[in-house]
C-alpha cells in the first residue's frame, strides 16, 4: 500500500512511496537495510526529510532512520560523546548544552537528525559538524560490514562528505562520534554574533542568539514547506569576482583559503529580483530569497521547475551556475537537478 511522503519531508510534498519502514535501533537499520538492498528494490534512507526534494512518487522502500542513543565518556580534557542516527540534530544540540558540553551551540535548531549531519557537513553562524565530529560509524550495506571512519577520512568541504561521492548509494550511517572540548571557545566571526562580547558571553547565550535569529528568520517548515537554503553559496574565482565586483559594487565576498570567493547565493537572487517569483504553488520566499518555498499544494516538479528558472536566471545575469544543496529524489533514487 502507497505512504504518503507528507508528514516526512519539510517541503510538505506529497509523494508517496511504495513500502515504509521505521527502525528503532541500530540492528533494525541494518536488517532493514540489507533485506531492501538484496531485494533490488529501490532504497532511500530518511531521517528528517529536511534536505530532500521529493519531485515525484518513489517506487521502492523509504526506511524512515529512528534509532536513539547517546552515550558520553569523560576524559581530561573532552567529552566523547557517541550518538545514535536517529536523534533529532536540535535536541542533541540542547542535550550537550544542558550538560556542559559546548561547541554546538551556533548550529542550534538545523532541523534533521544526527545521522544526516555528517552528510552534507551541516553548519551554520560560523561552525560546520567537521570541527566537532570526531568519527563516524556507517554499515556498508554492499559488503554487509560496519566500519568506522575519521572525520579526516569524511572529507569534509562545504555541505559535502565522502558521503555524497565515494560511499554515496553503499553506507548508512549508524552512529557519530563527537569530540567536544572542556576549554570552550565561544565562536562569534558570523553576522549576527559579531556583536556579543567574548569576555562576559556564555554557550547559552549563543544557542538563544542562533534560536532567535533563526526563528526571525527561515520560515518555519511547519507552517510553510521549505529545506531551508535551496541553493548552495557558489564559489569563483578571484579574478570572476573582481569582474563582477565592477559591475556590483555592493557584492560581498568571503576570500577562501585556496583564493577563490565565495558569494551569498541569496544575494544573487535578490539582485536578480526573484524574490517573491513563483511558478504553480512553489515561490522564492519574499524575505529570503535563498529559500523556496511551498504556498500549498506545490509539486516537486514546481519545485523544480521553480529552481530550473532561478539557476538560469542567475546564469544569464551573472555567468555563475548555482548548484542545488538538497538531495533531488526521482522514481528509484536521487537524481539531478
Ligand atoms: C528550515 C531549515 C533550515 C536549515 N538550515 C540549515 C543550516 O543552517 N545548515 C545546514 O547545513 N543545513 C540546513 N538545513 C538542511 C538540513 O537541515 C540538513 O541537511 C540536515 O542535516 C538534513 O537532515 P535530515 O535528517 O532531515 O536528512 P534527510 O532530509 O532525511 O536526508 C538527506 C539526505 O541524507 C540521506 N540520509 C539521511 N540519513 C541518513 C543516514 N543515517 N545514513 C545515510 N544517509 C542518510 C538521505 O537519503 C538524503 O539523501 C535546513 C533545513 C531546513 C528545512
Not at 570526531?134 to 554492499?142: A, C, G, L, N, S
Not at 569530540?179 to 556579543?196: C, F, M, Q, S, V
Not at 576570500?255 to 515561490?283: P, R
Request: proline share 4%.
Amino acid at each position: 500500500m502507497p505512504v504518503n511522503l507528507k508528514p516526512h519531508n519539510t517541503l510538505s510534498l506529497t509523494q508517496s512511496c511504495e513500502t515504509y519502514v521505521e527502525v528503532n535501533s541500530k540492528q533494525e537499520l541494518t536488517d532493514a537495510v540489507t533485506r531492501v538492498y538484496k531485494s533490488a528494490s529501490p532504497m532511500l534512507i530518511l531521517g528528517g526529510g529536511s534536505n530532500v526534494v521529493f519531485t515525484t512518487d518513489f517506487n521502492g522502500t523509504v526506511i524512515k532512520v529512528l534509532s536513539k542513543g547517546i552515550n558520553v565518556t569523560e576524559h581530561s580534557d573532552h567529552y566523547s560523546v557517541s550518538v545514535q542516527a536517529g536523534e533529532n540534530w536540535h535536541e542533541f544540540v540542547q542535550y550537550c548544552l544542558q550538560r556542559g558540553m559546548h561547541g554546538l551551540e551556533n548550529m542550534a535548531l538545523i532541523p534533521g537528525t544526527v545521522g544526516a549531519a555528517p552528510i552534507q557537513n551541516v553548519g551554520a553562524y560560523g561552525v560546520e559538524i567537521e570541527k566537532f565530529c570526531h568519527q563516524v560509524e556507517y554499515y556498508d550495506y554492499t559488503s554487509e560490514t560496519i566500519n568506522v571512519i575519521s572525520a579526516l577520512e569524511c572529507q569534509f568541504g562545504y555541505r559535502d562528505s565522502i558521503f555524497k561521492h565515494a560511499l554515496r548509494n553503499k553506507a548508512v550511517i549508524t552512529e557519530v562520534v563527537f569530540k567536544l572540548p572542556k576549554k570552550w571557545i565561544p565562536n562569534l566571526d558570523y553576522g549576527p554574533l559579531k556583536h556579543l562580547e567574548a569576555d562576559d558571553i556564555g554557550a547559552k547565550t549563543i544557542f538563544e542568539t542562533v534560536c532567535s535569529v533563526r526563528q526571525s528568520k527561515l520560515p518555519d517548515p511547519s507552517k510553510l514547506g521549505n529545506v531551508g537554503s535551496f541553493f548552495k553559496n557558489p564559489i569563483i574565482t578571484a579574478k570572476q569576482y573582481v569582474e563582477l565586483l565592477a559591475e556590483f559594487s555592493d557584492l560581498v565576498g568571503y576570500a577562501q583559503s585556496d583564493g577563490s570567493i565565495k558569494i551569498a547565493a541569496g544575494w544573487l537572487i535578490d539582485e536578480a529580483g526573484l524574490k517573491g517569483f513563483s511558478i504553480g504553488k512553489a515561490a522564492v520566499h519574499s524575505q529570503q530569497a535563498l529559500v523556496l518555498i511551498n504556498l500549498g499544494g506545490a509539486t516537486g516538479e514546481d519545485i523544480c521547475m521553480l529552481a530550473h528558472t532561478v539557476m538560469d536566471r542567475i546564469n544569464e545575469k551573472f555567468n555563475i551556475q548555482l548548484e542545488s544543496e538538497p538531495r533531488i529524489i526521482g522514481s528509484q533514487g536521487e537524481v539531478s537537478i
